[in-house]
């Protein structure tokens, strides 16, 4: 039980890396032909015509890692609301 748990953690580690050193894939519609093939050939609806679509795992990292980012290097004093200061007239 213990060794598929780790080897099931194994390969997410695996596959974590291999989706940042290759993060961008051929589209699975087009094949990476870049055209939808059939009676009237288009461009590719999925990838616009580029041949290639990010990995859904390279998306995700990415995001968490700009997340992580900003939050550390958020400044505190922005989060706090302003206090109105009301004033007399003179």
């Known amino acids: 039980m213990v060794s598929h748990v ?3 953690f194994a390969a997410l580690v695996v596959y974590i890396g291999w ?3 290759r993060p961008i894939r051929r589209c699975p519609r087009c094949h990476g032909t870049r055209i939808q093939g059939g009676r009237h050939p288009r461009p590719c609806k999925r990838c616009k015509g580029q041949g290639r679509t990010k990995r ?4 995700m990292i990415h995001r968490f890692f700009w997340s992580v ?3 550390i290097n958020r ?7 302003k206090r109105h200061v009301e004033r007399t007239p003179e």
Request: aromatic share 0%; hydrophobic share 50%.
């Open 75 to 81: 400044d505190p004093a922005r989060d706090q609301p």
């Open 56 to 59: 859904l795992a390279a998306t």
């Open 19 to 21: 989706a940042l050193l």
């Open 6 to 8: 780790l080897l099931g």
């Open 69 to 71: 980012v900003d939050e």
